[in-house]
């Protein structure tokens, strides 16, 4: 398990709700994390948000 993933099991829904404050269009659906799937997680977020994975992946880094 990646601290990536500890990070986010942990404190799901802080990060949950600071990714909505960022990106507001994002809703439940595109925030339903599952275990074992980040990458998958973090490409719908990269659609939606037109992030980079790195971007998305230091802003839940830092909603800790």
Known sequence: MSAFTD???GN????KG???QRYADLTDDDLAYEEGKEDE???NL???TGE???NLKR???SAF
């Open 46 to 48: 990269q659609k939606k």
């Open 52 to 54: 980079t994975k790195e």
């Open 18 to 20: 600071r990714l909505k």
């Open 12 to 15: 799901w829904n802080i990060v």
């Open 41 to 43: 997680f973090i490409g």
């Open 59 to 61: 802003f839940i880094d």
């Open 7 to 9: 990070q986010v099991k």
